[in-house]
């Protein structure tokens, strides 16, 4: 690819520690690297990128793969400390003052004398976050931005609570941030105290939760009231609806500037990618880009071909994908063209270029994983036009199929113990600090996940999981785009839950005798809310009850011999907390009561998921 990108021609000069006035006159630390040549920074006014990080300005790779990198190619590269974090002033409430201090930030970039009030940002996860809220302000002088991996549409539904539960890697992210916080960098006691805390030690569903001022996180009080509110503040109510949790409801005040969105099939914010997509390219010129990639959650990633066990092929990278040959030149061309002008090509790349899972050989590959395989593929919008969003009905004795369900069939039965949830085997999970690994895996009990206990079964064999499942495909299906299910349900219990999971089943072949059952999409709904997400609602024990269940968005090809499956299990932890079955208040619910769960499958209660097939790539 022949492109014209800025070359790395420029010394670097470095302006330490500047302390930017917020509004609320607190001052966070900031780190400018400027372009120079021989040791002189030079005199023309340049375009500016700003990342604010909870994770320090000053982490060596961040140094060298933003400031110094893109420094080096005639940028301002401004790194900022988050409130309350490292360096900076004030008091660290996670995702809190996001939109007003990145506003603040940008307007005090234009006003140095070495900007030309061309200004992007650029950041993963929380610095993603940081983007899409400081963009819902507003901001007059936001040029574009590169979000990779994060941003919240509704962080209640997805990414931090989920349909009414709660997603556990908050809790591991709270242990991990307390660690290096401001004040156990200031006291070597609570520093020390902090660094013996494994957190799986607190995921023993028998030993009960954390208890709010008992927990080890009160040694760093403002850690432990962002997670305990995140944890029981579980109504959709105005501490969800705020900027910085809940773009969907700032859409319209986005300035309409180039975006680019990318994600990854196996991170844990695929969902409020997909939908971010959505909201802002049916509302903006944009451009808006889309780019889904088989990856699990990072900036790095995006130069790996594999998720978890599985290969996808030497062109499932971002160098794979043609479009540059690396994360950072993939920025490059970007902001080359939006903020230098620089003919990079970068709007010749389609609105949507995603990466179909599937089609792969399904031996091992010469390092041990499942070969997936897939390709690249551009799209013009997403969800695809052409879909034909398709309903597969569960079915009596567990098959899957297009048929309407009979009249009168009485429903699937399990028994879910809260005090034995089904372990998380893989999926769309970040920080979770080796409590649980992202990616896809064989739906296979083993040593080295949480919760997994000899002699280490498929969880399909678990009397807790209802498996539905196609007959063996006679023909390829593409599956690719947002995925809904819709389940009629009753159980004993006041409150409980209901997990969906759908699998890529492999035939048994001589690498793997048993098949491989891969995860491609999951979800759980807690059933309090089948009425509402702001006015909850107890069970009628036993009474049938319709719960509308949206899952991860994907995309993978179903390969003849292949079956379609779908797991059914009131559990998948620790990715998601465990509901007692008790019907006390979220989070400080203390009684685990057994519930008996019924899934129906019959004419009046046609149980389904809806598919989104596409049907160029079935035959």
């Not at 048929?403 to 005090?419: A, C, N, Q, V």
Request: charged residues 20%; proline residues 6%; aromatic residues 12%.
């Amino acid at each position: 690819m022949n492109l014209h990108l800025s070359e790395s021609k420029y010394d670097v000069i470095l302006e330490k520690d500047i302390m930017v006035r917020m509004r609320d006159g607190t001052y966070l630390a900031t780190d400018i690297y400027r372009p120079a040549i021989g040791g002189t920074v030079i005199d023309d006014k340049l375009p500016s990128i700003l990342q604010s990080t909870p994770y320090n300005k000053e982490d060596p790779i961040r140094i060298k793969q933003l400031g110094k990198w893109f420094s080096r190619r005639g940028y301002n590269v401004i790194i900022q400390d988050f409130r309350g974090r490292f360096k900076s002033e004030g008091i660290f409430y996670k995702y809190s003052n996001m939109g007003e201090d990145g506003y603040d930030t940008i307007e005090w970039i234009t006003k140095q004398k070495w900007s030309n009030k061309k200004i992007g940002t650029i950041g993963t996860s929380f610095m993603a976050h940081f983007q899409i809220a400081l963009a819902c302000m507003n901001p007059p002088h936001l040029s574009t931005m590169i979000v990779n991996q994060g941003g919240f549409s509704n962080a209640f539904l997805s990414s931090c609570r989920h349909m009414g539960a709660f997603e556990l890697r908050q809790m591991t992210w709270a242990f991990s941030a307390a660690k290096n916080s401001r004040e156990a960098n200031a006291n070597p006691r609570i520093k020390a105290a902090l660094e013996e805390i494994d957190p799986a030690n607190y995921l023993d569903p028998e030993l009960g939760n954390l208890k709010e001022g008992q927990s080890p996180l009160r040694l760093v009080p403002s850690y432990e009231k962002f997670y305990f509110d995140m944890l029981t503040k579980a109504v959709y109510d105005d501490y969800w609806k705020k900027i910085g949790l809940c773009a969907q409801k700032y859409y319209d005040e986005i300035p309409d500037i180039p975006i680019l969105l990318l994600g990854g099939w196996y991170d844990s914010y695929t969902r409020a990618i997909s939908d971010i997509y959505i909201g802002l390219s049916t509302r903006k010129n944009g451009p808006i880009r889309l780019i889904f990639g088989p990856w699990v959650h990072g900036w790095e990633t995006l130069n790996l071909t594999y998720s978890g066990e599985v290969e996808f092929g030497r062109k499932a990278s971002i160098d794979g994908s043609g479009l540059a040959m690396s994360p950072n030149y993939l920025a490059l061309r970007w902001f080359d063209y939006f903020l230098k002008d620089t003919d990079t090509s970068i709007d010749t790349i389609p609105p949507v270029k995603l990466f179909v899972m599937g089609g792969g050989t399904g031996q091992k590959s010469i390092d041990g994983k499942l070969h997936h395989g897939g390709v690249w593929r551009n799209e013009h919008e997403w969800p695809l036009s052409r879909t034909h969003f398709t309903k597969y009905y569960l079915q009596k004795g567990g098959d899957l199929s297009l048929s309407l369900p009979k009249k009168g069939i009485p429903p699937s039965t399990y028994t879910f113990d809260p005090r034995k949830p089904v372990p998380t085997l893989g999926g769309n999970i970040s920080a979770a600090m080796g409590t649980m690994m992202p990616g896809a895996y064989d739906q296979v009990e083993r040593p080295n996940f949480l919760g997994c206990k000899p002699p280490y079964m498929p969880l399909s064999s678990r009397n807790d999981v209802l498996v539905f499942q196609t007959s063996e495909l006679t023909k390829n299906i593409e599956v690719t785009g947002p995925i809904e299910a819709k389940l009629w349900i009753s159980s004993s219990a006041r409150d409980t839950d209901f997990t969906l999971k759908l699998i890529d089943q492999y035939p048994s072949n001589d690498d793997y005798p048993n098949g491989f059952a891969m995860n491609l999409s999951d979800t759980i709904f807690r059933a309090r809310f089948h009425n509402s997400w702001s006015e909850p609602e107890l069970l009628e024990s036993n009474k049938i009850y319709r719960l509308d269940m949206v899952s991860y968005p994907t995309s993978n090809l179903f390969k003849v011999g292949h079956r379609i499956r779908v797991d059914i299990s009131s559990s998948n932890y620790p990715r998601f907390d465990i509901n007692p079955n008790s019907g006390e208040s979220l989070g400080r619910g203390r009684k685990l009561r057994i519930a008996h769960q019924g899934v129906y499958h019959d004419a009046e209660h046609p149980s389904h998921i809806i598919l989104p097939i596409i049907p160029s790539a079935v035959g």
